[in-house]
């Protein structure tokens, strides 16, 4: 673990080189999601000018979900991107065999091998989001709340990655994974906004199929004192066993490619 | 590890890929979907050697014929279908971790270097993932960069090397850990004579130096006549050869190769004395092979002049190439060291 540790510093540190070296590039990406953002928020607050509150939730409110959900991604974006890429890049080209005889864990090295510091910037938004919302609701900062709310953006991530874990993994059967990875991503586009909006099948699948509920709306509603029960406390539980499915299934297909070769 | 065990043991090693078949079209894959079907491709069938310590054995082959294939198990990147690999007594796909510590690997089309970093920081990063000692890993380094001529490659990124001078960082960044059973799949494709010859001695020094068991892939024969005492053919996934490559000099070597340039094509088969034959035909040129303990030169030279009219003639000794090209074309029986 601690090898782990001092490793992933080491990749990190060789990457923000790069980086450096590539400044101009590195400012455009950390900086587009900005605009990216930007233009999400703009829409949301056209649309709340229109009317004060949607289904309830002031627009405050919806900045905190929206913040919430824009961390959480950040964590996926910034420390797990390579899953999407896997196929394109790894197996495809046979790349992916180098990890394979190397003597550390392969899924680490994948992971490990490209931090994206385009997701710094959404990380930024995303933290920016919810510390004003936090302000102007005017919600206590109560050292309980903070604790509860890092650990719902980390329980968040965790879901992101699990769940880009288990599309990527596709990969190892039908190489180009990225249109599985899309389509159950693109799911996290409703958990921008409360679950309680939404038909009930459709809530039911944010919470218990991809439940990108868990990184947004749930934790949302725990801090503005909304009572929707115990699944406030079920982010971490549910991250937990989402990720221990999607490492099942990943060494899984390990166990294929190991098989079938790129 | 006891000093008779081999490093590499293969014992009926098989590989079968099953390679899903589908009809053109979304039917085809909606079908394939419900109902995958499978071709086999056998592309190991039953290869079975031994390579003790310290051995530098040439693994060569046509295209296609399961060489890359074997690699990729004793390396433990692919399972087996059937059979057993065993390297420095471990089983490779089971104790994956235990045995990427002891192996190198280089795929000759591939970099296992980071496009982006300089050399020295990739090759900071990989003594770090195998754990090399800081104080080996900079004698290490210096000893490289010597042997190797890294000098100003070392702070620059791979994307901007030359083929020779990625070859050159690769081979450093395989043996940076020392490991002590090394893969070379194809280490001089594409290379100039010049970096051949530095990979060559940079292999041969350190086999020499550390006793590293070396497999090497080829089709470069210049490769296996510099570097192997033994050699191992494999085609079709079956082992074809496995011997000194002075024995299939040997061999083959007591053919000698005579070509001529006639003034009009061939048109009635040729008599011949005892012990040659023709190998090779095209428009005017003919090409002969006897053997030297049954016939001469001047035999054969003068039965074909009798029976054509030449314009020139010229003599060959067997190089490897052409005796390997023979061996491929189905001359096993004859290479098998008895
Ligand atoms: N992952 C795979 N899936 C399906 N078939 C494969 C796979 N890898 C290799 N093959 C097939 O197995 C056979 C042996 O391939 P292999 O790469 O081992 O040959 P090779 O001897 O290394 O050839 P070359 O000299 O061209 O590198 C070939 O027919 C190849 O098409
Ligand atoms: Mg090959």
Same mark, same amino acid.
């Given at each position: 673990?601690?090898?782990?540790?001092?490793?992933?510093?080491?990749?990190?540190?060789? !990457?923000?080189?790069?980086?450096?070296?590539?400044?101009?590039?590195?400012?455009? #990406?950390?900086?587009?999601?900005?605009?990216?953002?930007?233009?999400?928020?703009? =829409?949301?607050?056209?649309?709340? !000018?229109?009317?004060?509150?949607?289904?309830?939730?002031?627009?405050?409110?919806?900045?905190?979900?929206?913040?919430?959900?824009?961390?959480?991604?950040?964590?996926?974006?910034?420390?797990?991107?390579? *899953?999407?890429?896997?196929?394109?890049?790894?197996? !495809?080209?046979?790349?992916?065999?180098?990890?394979?005889?190397?003597?550390?864990?392969?899924?680490?090295?994948?992971?490990?091998?490209?931090?994206?510091?385009?997701?710094?910037?959404?990380?930024?938004?995303?933290?920016?989001?919810?510390?004003?919302?936090?302000?102007?609701?005017?919600?206590?900062?109560?050292?309980?709340?903070?604790?509860?709310?890092?650990?719902?953006?980390?329980?968040?991530?965790?879901?992101?990655?699990?769940?880009?874990?288990?599309?990527?993994?596709?990969?190892?059967?039908?190489?180009?994974?990225?249109?599985?990875?899309?389509?159950?991503?693109?799911?996290?586009?409703?958990?921008?906004?409360?679950?309680?909006?939404?038909?009930?099948?459709?809530?039911?699948?944010?919470?218990? *199929?991809?439940?990108?509920?868990?990184?947004?709306?749930?934790?949302?509603?725990?801090?503005?004192?909304?009572?929707?029960?115990?699944?406030?406390?079920?982010?971490?539980?549910?991250?937990?066993?989402?990720?221990?499915?999607?490492?099942?299934?990943?060494?899984?297909?390990?166990?294929?490619?190991?098989?079938?070769?790129? | 590890?006891?000093?008779?065990?081999?490093?590499?043991?293969?014992?009926?090693?098989?590989?079968?890929?099953?390679?899903?078949?589908?009809?053109?079209?979304?039917? #085809?894959?909606?079908?394939?979907?419900?109902?995958? !079907?499978?071709? &086999?491709?056998?592309?190991?069938?039953?290869?079975?050697?031994?390579?003790?310590?310290?051995?530098?054995?040439?693994?060569?082959?046509?295209?296609?014929?399961?060489?890359?294939?074997?690699?990729?198990?004793?390396?433990?990147?692919?399972?087996?279908?059937?059979?057993?690999?065993?390297?420095?007594?471990?089983?490779?796909?089971? &104790?994956?971790?235990?045995?990427?510590?002891?192996?190198?690997?280089?795929?000759?089309?591939?970099?296992?270097?980071?496009?982006?970093?300089?050399?020295?920081?990739?090759?900071?990063?990989?003594?770090?993932?195998?754990?090399? &000692?800081?104080?080996?890993?900079?004698?290490?380094?210096?000893?490289?960069?010597?042997?190797?001529?890294?000098?100003?490659?070392?702070?620059?990124?791979?994307?901007?090397?030359?083929?020779?001078?990625?070859?050159?960082?690769?081979?450093?960044? =395989?043996?940076?850990?020392?490991?002590?059973?090394?893969?070379?799949?194809?280490?001089?494709?594409? *290379?100039?004579?010049?970096?051949?010859?530095?990979?060559?001695?940079?292999?041969?020094?350190?086999?020499?130096?550390?006793?590293?068991?070396?497999?090497?892939?080829?089709?470069?024969?210049?490769?296996?006549?510099?570097?192997?005492?033994?050699?191992?053919?494999?085609?079709?996934?079956?082992?074809?050869?496995?011997?000194?490559?002075?024995?299939?000099?040997?061999?083959?070597?007591?053919?000698?190769?005579?070509?001529?340039?006639?003034?009009?094509?061939?048109?009635?088969?040729?008599?011949?004395?005892?012990?040659?034959?023709?190998?090779?035909?095209?428009?005017?040129? *003919? &090409?002969?092979?006897?053997?030297?303990?049954?016939?001469?030169?001047?035999?054969?030279?003068?039965?074909?002049?009798?029976?054509?009219?030449?314009?020139?003639?010229?003599?060959?000794?067997?190089?490897?190439?052409?005796?390997?090209?023979?061996?491929?074309?189905?001359?096993?029986?004859?290479?098998?060291?008895?």
């Amino acid at each position: 673990m601690a090898r782990y540790a001092s490793l992933y510093g080491l990749f990190l540190l060789q !990457r923000f080189k790069v980086l450096l070296e590539y400044r101009l590039n590195f400012l455009i #990406g950390a900086s587009s999601t900005v605009f990216v953002q930007a233009a999400g928020i703009a =829409t949301l607050w056209v649309v709340m !000018r229109q009317v004060p509150s949607l289904n309830g939730w002031s627009f405050d409110e919806l900045l905190l979900v929206y913040g919430l959900l824009t961390a959480s991604r950040s964590i996926e974006h910034m420390f797990a991107d390579n *899953l999407w890429t896997i196929g394109r890049q790894y197996i !495809r080209s046979g790349g992916f065999d180098r990890f394979l005889v190397r003597p550390i864990d392969p899924l680490f090295h994948l992971l490990a091998d490209r931090f994206n510091h385009d997701g710094i910037g959404n990380f930024v938004i995303g933290t920016l989001l919810v510390v004003s919302a936090w302000a102007s609701l005017g919600i206590p900062l109560l050292p309980l709340y903070v604790l509860y709310a890092v650990l719902a953006v980390l329980s968040g991530g965790a879901i992101f990655i699990a769940l880009n874990l288990l599309t990527a993994t596709t990969a190892f059967w039908i190489v180009e994974s990225v249109p599985v990875t899309r389509a159950v991503h693109e799911m996290h586009e409703f958990a921008k906004y409360p679950l309680s909006m939404y038909h009930k099948g459709i809530q039911a699948a944010l919470t218990w *199929l991809i439940p990108y509920g868990f990184a947004s709306f749930y934790p949302a509603s725990y801090l503005l004192g909304r009572d929707v029960g115990w699944l406030v406390w079920a982010g971490p539980a549910v991250a937990l066993v989402l990720l221990l499915v999607a490492y099942r299934f990943w060494l899984f297909g390990l166990r294929h490619y190991s098989g079938t070769g790129s | 590890m006891s000093q008779n065990q081999p490093a590499i043991e293969v014992s009926h090693l098989r590989k079968v890929f099953h390679i899903p078949q589908r009809d053109p079209g979304l039917g #085809g894959a909606v079908k394939a979907l419900f109902r995958p !079907r499978y071709a &086999e491709k056998v592309a190991v069938d039953d290869i079975s050697f031994s390579v003790p310590p310290g051995e530098i054995v040439g693994y060569i082959g046509v295209n296609g014929a399961g060489k890359s294939t074997t690699i990729k198990m004793l390396t433990g990147i692919l399972a087996p279908t059937a059979g057993l690999v065993r390297v420095l007594g471990r089983d490779p796909h089971k &104790e994956r971790v235990a045995n990427a510590r002891q192996i190198g690997v280089v795929f000759g089309q591939r970099t296992q270097l980071w496009w982006d970093l300089a050399l020295v920081e990739s090759l900071n990063l990989i003594a770090r993932i195998y754990e090399v &000692e800081p104080k080996r890993y900079k004698e290490l380094l210096e000893q490289f960069s010597y042997t190797l001529e890294l000098g100003e490659l070392l702070a620059k990124p791979v994307r901007q090397m030359s083929l020779g001078q990625k070859m050159r960082a690769e081979l450093a960044a =395989t043996l940076i850990h020392e490991p002590r059973v090394v893969y070379l799949d194809e280490p001089t494709i594409g *290379l100039d004579v010049v970096v051949k010859e530095k990979i060559r001695a940079f292999i041969k020094e350190q086999n020499r130096a550390k006793g590293t068991t070396v497999v090497l892939t080829t089709h470069d024969l210049g490769d296996i006549e510099e570097l192997c005492s033994r050699v191992i053919i494999i085609d079709a996934g079956r082992v074809i050869y496995d011997g000194p490559l002075a024995t299939i000099r040997e061999r083959f070597g007591k053919y000698r190769g005579i070509t001529f340039e006639t003034a009009r094509p061939l048109e009635h088969p040729l008599t011949l004395p005892p012990g040659a034959e023709v190998v090779g035909q095209e428009e005017r040129r *003919l &090409e002969l092979r006897f053997d030297r303990t049954r016939a001469s030169a001047s035999q054969v030279a003068a039965a074909v002049m009798g029976q054509l009219e030449v314009l020139d003639f010229s003599l060959s000794e067997p190089d490897l190439t052409s005796i390997v090209k023979q061996i491929y074309g189905g001359a096993l029986s004859e290479a098998r060291p008895v």
